[in-house]
């Protein structure tokens, strides 16, 4: 069964660092994209950025770009989402998921589509 | 990145049809044809339902549908079932940034 599993719910204080992490199993790791997608309390979903495990290419949304680090290790099929000192406004739900079909839509970018999904790992900063 | 706009909420009675919407522009949904929707129950994960604006996923059922006319995109449920009483979320290619862009979501009600 292909699944992907995240690691527990987070409660950190806001300038500490945090690394969540998403296991891939039933399927080669290193040769479908992971992405990570935020969710706020009553909000909706939003793009964090994904990574490649096979060579560890990554792209980022703009909104994230410079405050969060996507990364990934092929030898225990983990990829990993980490913040160097969180704040307040990160607490949210994070999603990981396998994304199953890549489509080349224009020179160097990707559609993406998500097809199996982490359960979600709650992360809560206090200030 | 701006959020593809889809209705807040929609709502219908067992056995009827449904329609929502997600609106965007000619930088996205306008000039290809890659949208797909999500269906996310209460504190669940958002599971894929249909993707390059009209392909079923694996295991869903065909009451589900996607279609596309201009800058809008649309997923029409069918037959609707207490079981779809979810929220449900469309994405598209966007050529402003180099991932994608979700809508702001979409609440179903089955009365």
């Known amino acids: 069964e292909v699944q992907v599993v995240q690691s527990g719910a987070e409660v950190k204080k806001a300038g500490e660092s945090l690394k969540i992490s998403c296991e891939g199993s039933?399927?080669?790791?290193?040769?479908?994209?992971i992405a990570w997608v935020r969710q706020t309390p009553g909000k909706g979903l939003e793009w964090v950025g994904v990574?490649?495990?096979?060579?560890?290419?990554?792209r980022y949304s703009p909104s994230f770009q410079g405050l969060v680090t996507i990364s990934a290790a092929k030898s225990t099929s983990t990829a990993y989402l980490q913040w160097s000192s969180l704040k307040a406004t990160d607490s949210a739900i994070y999603y990981c998921?396998?994304?199953?079909?890549?489509?080349?839509?224009?020179?160097?970018?990707?559609?993406?589509?998500?097809?199996?999904w982490g359960q979600g790992t709650t992360v809560t900063v206090s200030s | 990145q701006s959020a593809l706009t889809q209705p807040a909420s929609v709502s219908g009675s067992p056995g009827q049809s449904i329609t929502i919407s997600c609106t965007g522009t000619?930088?996205?949904?306008?000039?290809?044809?890659?949208v797909s929707w999500y269906q996310q129950h209460p504190g669940k994960a958002p599971k894929l339902l249909i993707y390059?604006?009209?392909n079923r996923h694996s295991g869903v059922s065909n009451r589900f549908s996607g279609s596309k006319s201009g800058n809008t995109a649309s997923l029409t449920i069918a037959g609707l079932q207490a079981e779809d009483e979810a929220d449900y979320y469309c994405?598209?290619?966007?050529?402003?940034?180099?991932?994608?862009?979700f809508g702001g979501g979409t609440r179903v009600t089955v009365l």
């Open positions: 998921a396998r994304v199953g079909v890549v489509v080349p839509a224009a020179v160097n970018s990707y559609y993406y589509v998500m097809d199996v």
């Open positions: 039933g399927y080669t790791f290193s040769k479908y994209w």
């Open positions: 990574i490649y495990p096979g060579d560890s290419e990554t």
């Open positions: 000619s930088s996205d949904i306008g000039d290809y044809t890659y």
């Open positions: 390059e604006v009209f």
């Open positions: 994405a598209s290619y966007t050529n402003a940034n180099t991932v994608g862009v």
